[in-house]
């Protein structure tokens, strides 16, 4: 095998090797968080958010998470700030909740952008159950939010 080949092997693997591991989504525990540039307290502070929020895991370190969030940024929080609850948020304009899994299904209740749900469940494809704070629960369109 060439070195152009190997390295051109080499290259693909580390782009797709990751490709078949699933996604690891937690959800933010505290009131507030405080996200870092850097694994430590003495970093600097980029922002806030509120409990709820989800955010996909991108790695761990000794009492850190490095994790993006639904806006693509990509921070530090501290790990006792994570919680393994799954969350999603809305990211239309305005999403309906359905009574099941259907276009067609009556429409329990609807969030607009940046509304937090719990994640519940799979559903048919194209759709994940979740349920609002209030309790209401239903489906919802994937395409109408990020956290999956």
Same mark, same amino acid.
């Given at each position: 095998?060439?070195?152009?080949?190997?390295a051109?092997l080499?290259?693909?693997?580390?782009?797709?090797?990751?490709?078949?591991?699933a996604l690891?989504?937690?959800?933010?525990?505290?009131?507030?968080?405080?996200?870092?540039?850097?694994?430590s #307290?003495?970093g600097?502070?980029?922002?806030?958010?509120k $409990?709820g929020?989800?955010?996909?895991? &991108?790695?761990?370190? =000794?009492g !850190?998470v490095?994790?993006?969030?639904a806006?693509?940024t990509i921070?530090w929080i501290?790990?006792n700030?994570?919680?393994?609850?799954?969350?999603?948020?809305? #990211?239309?304009d305005?999403a309906?909740?359905?009574?099941s $899994?259907?276009?067609?299904?009556?429409v &329990?209740?609807?969030? =607009?952008? !940046?509304?937090?749900?719990?994640?519940?469940e799979g559903?048919?494809?194209g759709?994940a159950?979740?349920?609002?704070?209030?309790?209401?629960s239903?489906?919802?369109?994937?395409t109408?939010?990020?956290?999956?």
């Amino acid at each position: 095998m060439s070195r152009l080949s190997f390295a051109l092997l080499f290259a693909t693997a580390a782009l797709f090797g990751g490709a078949a591991h699933a996604l690891e989504y937690r959800s933010v525990a505290v009131p507030v968080a405080i996200f870092y540039d850097a694994p430590s #307290t003495q970093g600097k502070k980029l922002y806030l958010t509120k $409990a709820g929020a989800p955010l996909e895991v &991108v790695t761990k370190m =000794e009492g !850190w998470v490095k994790v993006r969030d639904a806006e693509g940024t990509i921070a530090w929080i501290q790990d006792n700030a994570v919680s393994s609850k799954r969350t999603l948020v809305v #990211t239309a304009d305005l999403a309906d909740i359905r009574q099941s $899994a259907v276009d067609t299904a009556a429409v &329990v209740f609807q969030a =607009e952008k !940046w509304v937090s749900l719990e994640f519940l469940e799979g559903a048919p494809a194209g759709w994940a159950k979740v349920k609002h704070r209030d309790g209401a629960s239903g489906f919802v369109r994937i395409t109408q939010i990020w956290g999956l």
